[in-house]
């Protein structure tokens, strides 16, 4: 299940009793503890380290056989680079014979878009720069891709303290195809403590903080910044039809 971007307030209510009704909460810690006041009273919870994916979804299987209602905590949407698919595939190749719901949750794309006002109101792909279980020549390709074909461009996964070559690499593939000029958004923490918001243009993305916890959002050729909100116009006539 997903619990959205991190506040209470951005979980869905099914996502919601899904975490309160379960015997078992498995998850990366960081969000297990985002949903921590809502866990039931005596419930196990089974806390996760990054990378730990394949393990939390056979514990999770594993508490499933033995007859516990299991919640695997995602944050945002858990089909969203999230644990849906791992799970599903582990039940497979593991030949268990559970009942899994996949319950979605708000994904940083559309929370970071809502902070920034309207930037994906026109077709936009969502690329995610880890290389981790992705080749780096395939993300350069879908990066090249969508800068040809004018999708606004939400970046998952852009940089950490140690990683600042992807995204270095992906601003040069946007600069070749776009003006230095196009509005990009940059959200770290939506929705969680210590959200910032920034509104700033091609050219000058790299100047702003921009970590694991950040989803950058860069325009179209039409994308604006119309009082300090990004919005991608869907094509509406206002003038003429006032
Ligand atoms: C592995 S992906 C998981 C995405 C998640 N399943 C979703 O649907 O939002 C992690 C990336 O999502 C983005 N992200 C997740 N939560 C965020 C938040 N609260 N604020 C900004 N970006 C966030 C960041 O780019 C982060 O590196």
Same mark, same amino acid.
């Given at each position: 299940?997903?619990?959205?971007?991190?506040?209470?307030?951005?979980?869905?209510?099914?996502?919601?009793?899904?975490?309160?009704?379960?015997?078992?909460?498995?998850?990366?810690?960081?969000?297990?503890?985002?949903?921590?006041?809502?866990?039931?009273?005596?419930?196990?919870?089974?806390?996760?380290?990054? *990378?730990?994916?394949?393990?939390? $979804?056979? /514990? &999770?299987?594993?508490? #499933?056989?033995?007859?516990?209602?299991? %919640? !695997? =905590?995602?944050?945002?949407?858990?089909?969203?680079?999230?644990?849906?698919?791992?799970?599903?595939?582990?039940?497979?190749?593991?030949?268990?014979?559970?009942?899994?719901?996949?319950?979605? *949750?708000?994904?940083?794309?559309? $929370?970071? /878009? &809502?902070?920034?006002? #309207?930037?994906?109101?026109?077709?936009? %792909? !969502? =690329?995610s720069l880890s290389?981790?279980?992705?080749?780096?020549?395939?993300?350069?390709?879908?990066?090249?891709?969508?800068?040809?074909?004018?999708?606004?461009?939400?970046l998952?996964n852009p940089?950490?303290?140690?990683?600042?070559?992807p995204l &270095?690499?992906a601003?040069?593939?946007?600069?070749?195809?776009?003006?230095?000029?196009?509005?990009?958004?940059?959200?770290?923490?939506?929705?969680?403590?210590?959200?910032?918001?920034?509104?700033?243009?091609?050219?000058?993305?790299?100047?702003?903080?921009?970590?694991?916890?950040?989803?950058?959002?860069?325009?179209?050729?039409?994308?604006?910044?119309?009082?300090?909100?990004?919005?991608?116009?869907?094509?509406?006539?206002?003038?003429?039809?006032?």
């Open positions: 299940m997903g619990i959205g971007p991190g506040s209470l307030e951005d979980l869905t209510p099914r996502a919601r009793r899904c975490v309160e009704s379960a015997d078992v909460v498995v998850g990366y810690a960081t969000y297990v503890d985002l949903v921590r006041p809502i866990i039931k009273p005596g419930a196990k919870v089974i806390r996760g380290r990054m *990378g730990g994916e394949v393990e939390r $979804a056979r /514990a &999770a299987i594993s508490a #499933a056989l033995g007859g516990s209602q299991v %919640a !695997v =905590i995602s944050g945002g949407d858990p089909g969203v680079y999230g644990m849906a698919g791992v799970v599903l595939e582990a039940a497979t190749v593991d030949s268990a014979d559970v009942c899994i719901d996949v319950i979605p *949750g708000v994904t940083a794309a559309t $929370a970071a /878009a &809502a902070r920034l006002g #309207a930037p994906l109101s026109v077709d936009f %792909a !969502v =690329i290389d981790l279980l992705t080749p780096w020549d395939l993300i350069e390709k879908r990066l090249e891709a969508a800068s040809e074909g004018d999708f606004v461009i939400v998952y940089q950490s303290k140690g990683r600042r070559e &270095a690499q601003h040069s593939i946007l600069l070749r195809h776009r003006h230095p000029e196009t509005p990009v958004g940059i959200v770290r923490n939506a929705g969680r403590g210590g959200e910032e918001v920034e509104i700033t243009n091609l050219e000058r993305m790299l100047d702003s903080e921009i970590d694991m916890v950040t989803t950058v959002i860069v325009g179209n050729s039409s994308t604006l910044v119309l009082d300090g909100r990004m919005v991608t116009p869907r094509g509406y006539d206002l003038r003429s039809s006032r």
